[in-house]
């Protein structure tokens, strides 16, 4: 039987260490262990978004294809960041607007699924502050399809 594909658009962001390095990690981490990458946006400099800091984020968006259910994906895309050295994510209520961010070796979100809509404790799709962020929009704009 032959398992439904699914094309998935994935934000990334760092602001620690080789920051170039860091994002070619984690892309190529995210083709070996989730699926291929079909579209890769240039890196974008950006400035800290949410909270203050010395470093600056270098961002880039992915257009990707996964058998991967939401949630394995977003277990799997989780499991990458702390293998590359990210010790905790930055919490966040979208509803209530607290977010506690941080300095970051590597960031990944999920931003769209499919057409899906998703609105649990655990995973919104679609990233529900996207349209807030350019370091996501402007990425994601040069791979849409």
Known sequence: ?????????????TNLGDKEQNLLTA???????IGPIKAQS???ATEPWGFES???????????ETELSPIALLDETQQI????????????NCQLSTVNYQDRIIDIDIL???DLHIDTP??????PLMQQRDFVLIPLKEILV
């Open 1 to 13: 039987m032959l398992k439904e594909v699914h094309t998935v658009y994935l934000s990334l962001g």
């Open 27 to 33: 892309i190529a981490e995210i083709g070996r262990r």
């Open 42 to 44: 240039a890196f974008l």
């Open 54 to 64: 010395e470093n600056t984020f270098l961002n880039a968006a992915i257009r990707i």
């Open 81 to 92: 960041e702390r293998d590359m050295g990210r010790t905790q994510k930055s919490s966040a």
């Open 112 to 114: 769209l699924y499919d």
């Open 122 to 127: 655990r995973l919104t799709i679609p990233h």
